[in-house]
């Protein structure tokens, strides 16, 4: 059973300077709620209840959001403001929360490893929370954990994104095992769109074994000189076997202005204005 949810979250989010430059990116928020708090709420819909997060400095943030805010309570306990704060107090009743920090910012791959202290020897999701994924029924986390049971096999998230977006992700090329589950043959981070092998890009939901952190402590620093999740994937692939698999559901890419400005237009609408009047 897997019951551990990794979210390194210690980049610098400099797309989004200055806002980013005294808060973490990941409080950025989405209409009313942070981004991390989606991400979090994924993982605790697929039952990975141990929320284990790779911070960095200037982080701090992020671990009194899921802390008790004593002063807040006592403010706001029986008054009509009450409600706002019933999303966090679920959150918090729900998980368990542990933090680490990347001490240098040497990539994602480089995150997860720091975060092999919290997670040990067993299998892991991976939230990447800039990735906010709305779905309708299942959340993506909880597909790739259904998955993982199934298989035991490490899985990543993919979808289709047009030929000009490929050299902003993560590509893959696999064969199709069942219809959208494809057994990754290739992998490649950031392609050109010449050199893509596909249109199928990895967003940022994971389940992984703990094998990648043996295979991460062997990887050298890629592309932009960080250690990158994808090298060891594809290492990992090659000498076991990867999963990828075609989410049913909608990815906004918060990291980037348009993405969040898309993002924050579809949330108010969709969900937040039919949450409030229902
Ligand atoms: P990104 O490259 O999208 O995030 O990394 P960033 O570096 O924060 O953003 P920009 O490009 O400067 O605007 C994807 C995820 O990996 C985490 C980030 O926090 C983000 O969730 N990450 C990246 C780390 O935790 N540590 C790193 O060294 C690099």
Redesign the pocket.
């Known amino acids: 059973m897997i019951k551990k949810c990794m979210?390194?979250?210690?980049?610098?989010?400099?797309?989004?300077l200055p806002a980013?430059k005294s808060m973490p990116?990941?409080m950025l928020p989405v209409v009313n709620k942070p981004l991390v708090q989606y991400g979090v709420e994924e993982a605790l819909d697929a039952d990975l209840t141990e929320i284990c997060l790779?911070t960095?400095r200037g982080k701090r943030a992020i671990n009194d959001f899921f802390d008790i805010s004593f002063e807040l309570e006592h403010q706001i306990a029986g008054t009509d403001k009450e409600p706002y704060l019933a999303s966090i107090r679920d959150v918090i009743a729900r998980g368990k929360f542990a933090t680490t920090r990347?001490s240098?910012?040497?990539?994602?791959g480089?995150?997860i490893l720091t975060g092999e202290l919290l997670v040990g020897n067993e299998p892991f999701g991976v939230v990447?929370?800039?990735d906010l994924c709305v779905c309708e029924e299942q959340g993506v986390m909880a597909q790739l954990v259904e998955i993982y049971r199934r298989t035991k096999c490490s899985v990543i998230a993919i979808e289709e994104v047009d030929e000009a977006e490929v050299s902003k992700f993560g590509v893959i090329a696999g064969v199709e095992e069942e219809p959208g589950l494809y057994a990754v043959t290739d992998m490649v981070e950031k392609p050109e769109a010449k050199d893509a092998p596909s249109n199928l890009a990895i967003i940022?939901r994971y389940v992984l074994t703990p094998y990648i952190f043996e295979i991460l402590r062997h990887t050298p620093p890629g592309k932009n000189g960080?250690v990158q999740l994808t090298d060891a994937l594809l290492t990992m692939a090659k000498t076991s076997k990867v999963l990828a698999y075609k989410f049913k559901g909608r990815r906004f890419d918060c990291?980037?202005v348009d993405g969040y400005v898309e993002a924050t237009n579809y949330v108010y609408k969709n969900i937040y204005l039919q949450d409030k009047f229902s």
């Open positions: 979210f390194p979250v210690a980049g610098y989010g400099t797309r989004f980013t990116k990941e790779v960095g990347q240098e910012m040497k990539g994602l480089h995150a990447l929370a800039d940022g960080e990291g980037s």
